[in-house]
């Protein structure tokens, strides 16, 4: 499959294209992204930027980032901080277009005002708990409170007092009076705003009564002027509500289109679900490689295009469904494949001597940064008598089709020389391979076999002497299922957390090459995968993060599917 940009047409862009053709909206385009600042932008979050903002561009319209800021209990500045740095990370500008729903409180104050002397809110002193039970259920119609009918008048005078502070935290709310019968729940006199003191990081103490999520939303999409209001398929319902305030408060009228959420397979969406993660300290933080937040994502090594590819990859569809997370990663191999230069480093080490080669000889091999763009360059790598080589590319007693190094065996070292193990050297109590003894072949450097002999096993190397110390991250998936939730016993997602998402490799060796390396570069580590340097990474103490292995089973799954039909 061909990653391209974005020229894809979606359900989306076809209802807008048609609001263009009838003029609907005067031939404009205008979204937004209006998270709540409650958490970290996770790649689901990605998926809504992108489509809205890709909208915007593709149409020339105009997008803006509004913080959906109505509940002050959950929501915190480091919150819009990271959610604007992490937008700005993934490629978008949203120019002077920032706003907050707590920048429109007077209106939605004077909105609700305007309800109340049509008649269509009142004051309600039923309990949280009372009105659930007032509610009914999907098959019975729920009961009308007996505050219901309270005049304009007193409903206004009640309302005003709210605001100033007079009443008890939830006891009195203000509630739309729509119709208790309705087979759409969302349209059961809904709440529209509540007592509660809390202080709100923009709008401090000023309020103490504040609009539910519902009356503010609508509200200000309208205010802003956005043509499209596009949201995930659980608003699907609340859609007839937002048109009744819409209708009832004779203001703009958006045009709402829902999609489906992301999914993604191995991997919990929910800002609440993942909070809980970093409070519990299940993991390092928000940034945490294994997160599906941006940052985490960031930190692993993904890049923004990676993401964006990929959000340009799974579409937009009108029902739910689970994305496998081989794609994510088959982006970002794709991606890396083409900018990452090659270096080698081994991460669990294992001594070899070259017997023949002289004691104090280095020479400077030279490689291709990256086969893939030789404008990249070349670099030096230098050889010497002492080596290390992975663990794993050594096998006393090899099975078929091990192809690396076995006594007696001849191989490749990549950029170096052939050569052939000779003898093994092992820790007496333990029987554990030590050290292997090699003679390397002079008339092979570069790693070519003059005479065409058969050599079947490239393996990378770093010399002993100049390579550089080095921790190494590798991740796996979070949770061992495909879904997190699935516990099959009713226990709670963190039961499926992966033991072993984390490995830290603390005793690896890099090319020199790689001093100075510079936190959030990224590398692809011959036969291991894709690296980033980590922030904490320092000269001296390199740090790096795996982004991905090599083998990327998606991409071979596509290939044979293609290959069959
Ligand atoms: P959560 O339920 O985890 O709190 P949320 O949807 O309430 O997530 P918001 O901050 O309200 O989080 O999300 C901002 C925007 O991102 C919304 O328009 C929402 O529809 C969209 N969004 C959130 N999660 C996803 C997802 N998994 N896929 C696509 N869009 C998403
Ligand atoms: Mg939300």
Known sequence: MMMTESTSTDFIRDIIAEDLTTNRYGGRVHTRFPPEPNGYLHIGHAKSICLNFGIAQDFGGLYNLRFDDTNPIKEEVEYVESIQEDIRWLGFDWEDRLYYASDYFESLYQFAVQLIKAGKAYVCDLSAKEIRHYRGTLTEPGAESPYRDRSTEENLDLFEHMRAGEFEDGSRVLRARIDMASPNLALRDPVMYRILRATHHRTGDRWCIYPMYDFAHGQSDSIEGITHSICTLEFENNRPLYDWYLDALDIYHPHQIEFARLNLSYTIMSKRKLLELVASGHVGGWDDPRMPTLSGLRRRGYTPE???????????????????????????????????????????????????????????????????????????????????????????????????????????????????????????????????????????????APDGRRVRGTLHWVSAAHSLPAQVRLYDHLFTKVDPFDTGDGSDYKANLNPNSLETLTSCRVEPSLSGAVPGSRYQFLRKGYFCVDPESRDGALLFNRTVPLRDSWAKIQKAQAKRS
Do not use: W
């Not at 794609?327 to 970002?332: K, N, P, S």
């Not at 090899?398 to 007696?408: D, E, I, M, T, V």
């Not at 490749?412 to 390397?440: A, P």
């Open 306 to 448: 990676a993401i964006r590819n990929f959000c340009d990859l799974i579409g937009v569809a009108k029902s739910n469904s689970v994305v496998d997370i081989g794609m994510l990663e088959y982006c970002i191999r794709q991606d890396l494949n083409k900018r990452a230069p090659r270096v080698m480093a081994v991460l669990r080490p294992l001594r070899v001597i070259i017997d023949n080669y002289p004691q104090d000889q280095v020479e400077e091999m030279e490689a291709l940064n990256n086969p893939e763009d030789p404008a990249m360059g070349t670099r030096k790598i230098p050889f010497s008598r002492a080596l290390y080589i992975e663990r794993e590319d050594f096998d006393e007693d090899p099975p078929k089709k091990f192809f690396r190094l076995a006594p007696g065996r001849e191989v490749r070292l990549k950029h170096g020389y052939l050569v052939t193990c000779v003898r093994v050297v092992k820790d007496e109590s333990t029987n554990e391979v030590i050290e292997l003894h090699c003679t390397y072949d002079p008339g092979t450097r570069g790693g070519a």
